[in-house]
């Protein structure tokens, strides 16, 4: 645990709106180590980009508010800083990339001036050394004629291509973390996975972390090491990839297991989708967030918030292990509670 | 860009013929002529006079006749002001006219910009809440209300110092064209200050914004860099109508100011039906207004790369 790069406790975040307070991220805790990829996945509306935009200190106040909670980026404090301290990380140890690249450079400026524009603010470089590293930087994310790309404006790149665009200004100043918030949602399928591969391509050569925020199952499995699995303004799951995919120990990982298409076994198998929808986080429940959408909601789970449970790694729950750091948030856990076969079941059949 | 500003002039071109040919049909079709004016003049004299204008001729004979001439750049002598060309009366009083436009707009666009970037900055606090009052007025009120006021608030002020500090009517020095291109200015200059705010305060919300402060960049360079140039856009897209209003929209203020421009000769050419004053300096007046609304465009696309490059 001492390798922890971004050290995020108990953040809880909330939005002032003519409505009401709306509870967006409600006491999220999670930790990035060096060089490993911690992915956030969840459906829309669950916390997942607050949480991060929150850390970067991109969340608009008001109305946003961060009513408790830290953030440490190698120990130091991030959160609530002045736009001039927090100036000092954003970009140069915490860089973030956006889910729109279309939408998230500036219309009227060349790529290359916005890239250099980092350097240079940062780093003190002369305009002309900024557009030569501006250049450089075009050239480690593969893409060609950089030299004459970085002249050019977003307008005339393609979406993959400014995403890239993206990368190697996020690179700019070598970031110890890259904050991706979905950075594949937009582009088309063989597009992803040449993004995705270029971020894990990056994350060798540079040996920065990644938090990948992603609703996409299948990127997750190709990307994390961690996952963190988000429900409500919650992690209620937590554990290393494997143990999430192949032990998953919430109701609802296993809902977005099912309700995710597979190529291999079950073909021709209906998707099941989770029915209904998440609860309103104007006023989120008392217990169990995920209580109403639950097969196995118990009568607990409606008045009780559920602790984080440790799952021991052979999935037997009476031999719960200390180092294990898999935790759910869910009843189900409890030594006390009735045995769920299928929750079980569902982990044990794809381990071999 | 060749290929587009050229496209723009031959568009240009074919808005002043029409132009050109709308005035000539609608004056020709306005009960009277010319002539007609003050005294009754005998027949024989008025035979003649009408020989001497080509007025004998039919119609769509002085139609081509009129249309020669405007292409030969000659709009003929006016009717009332005797042997004075119109050419000669365009050159005389429009450089006073486009001074005094060119002066307004420019105060308007300074003005607007500066304002609506402030209010954009301080949304809902004080100074926003006071400008965007300010603002409805100037749009509201008409401009030769500002005009009165801008004069008694001259007097006042010259009479308080007890000598002139500026001009309270007249024309010729720079302090004479203050308060008049103020006064012409204010309208425009309201209305770009809400079209800037609103535009200020949409590209905020924009992602690009949100990237720039990822990046690490200071709140002041965010605001020059990357909003203000994205917000200028729509700002001068509207920049080219509004020379248009400002231009003709002029005659009211010269009035009052006692400047002599051009949109004096204008407004008396019309009561007294003089037809080639009329139809020169509505001929003029559009091929201007084209013309800048084509420099306006090639403008924007310097600003915009998008336009520029497309």
Partial sequence: ?352 | MLKYTLKRLLAGIITVWFIATATFIAMHQVPGDPLMNDKAVPPEIRKNLEKKYGLDKSVPEQYVIFLGNMLKGDFGISFTQQNRKVNDIIRDHFPVSATLGIMAIFIAAVGGVLWGALTALYRNRLPDIIIMFLVILGISVPSFVFAALGQLLLVNINSFFGYSILPVAGWGTFSHMIMPSLVLGLGTMALLTRLMRSSMLEIVNEDYIKTAKAKGLSPTRIFFRHQLRNAILPVITILGPQIAAITTGGFVVELVFAIPGLGRYFVQAVQQLDYTVIMGTTVFYGAFLVFMVIVVDILYGFIDPRVRLK
């Avoid at chain 1, 050239?139 to 665009?165: C, D, N, V, W």
């Avoid at chain 1, 949602?185 to 971020?199: F, K, R, S, Y």
Wanted: aromatic share 6%; proline share 6%; net charge negative.
């Fill in chain 1, 1 to 352: 645990m001492s390798d922890d790069i971004l050290q995020v406790e108990n953040l809880k975040v909330e939005f002032s709106t003519y409505g009401g307070t709306v509870k967006a991220v409600r006491g999220v805790s999670f930790s990035v180590e060096r060089s490993k990829t911690l992915a956030i996945v969840g459906e829309s509306g669950c916390g997942k980009s607050v949480s991060v935009q929150s850390i970067m200190g991109l969340i608009p106040m008001p109305p946003g508010r961060i009513t408790s909670g830290s953030a440490k980026i190698n120990g130091h404090e991030i959160i609530g800083l002045s736009a001039k301290e927090a100036n000092k990380y954003r970009g140069v140890e915490i860089a973030m990339i956006f889910q729109d690249p279309m939408s998230s450079l500036n219309p009227t400026m060349t790529i290359g001036d916005q890239i250099s524009e980092t350097l240079m603010v940062h780093k003190g470089f002369s305009y002309k050394e900024a557009s030569k590293q501006a250049v450089e930087l075009l050239e480690k994310t593969h893409i060609p004629e950089a030299a004459k790309r970085a002249k050019q404006y977003p307008f005339e790149f393609s979406g993959g291509m400014l995403q890239r665009a993206m990368i190697a200004q996020s690179l700019a100043c070598n970031p110890t973390i890259l904050i991706a918030d979905e950075p594949t949602t937009a582009l088309d399928v063989t597009i992803q996975a040449q993004i995705l591969e270029l971020m894990s391509e990056l994350q060798q050569s540079e040996g920065m972390s990644i938090v990948l925020i992603t609703h996409d199952l299948a990127v997750v499995a190709k990307m994390a090491d961690r996952v963190a699995v988000m429900y409500a303004g919650q992690v209620i799951e937590m554990g290393n990839v494997d143990e999430i995919f192949y032990q998953s120990s919430h109701p609802y990982t296993l809902g977005l297991k099912e309700a995710m298409p597979s190529n291999q076994k079950d073909k021709g198998k209906k998707l099941t989708p989770i029915a209904g929808s998440p609860p309103d986080l104007f006023s989120p429940p008392s217990g169990c967030a995920y209580y109403a959408r639950c097969p196995y909601a118990m009568a607990i789970c409606e008045t009780q918030m559920p602790d984080e449970f440790l799952i021991a790694t052979d999935g037997d729950k009476n031999n719960n292990q200390k180092d294990s750091d898999h935790y759910s948030r869910c009843w189900l856990q409890h030594p006390d509670s009735p045995q769920v076969d299928s929750l079980y079941q569902s982990g044990r059949t794809n381990v071999s």
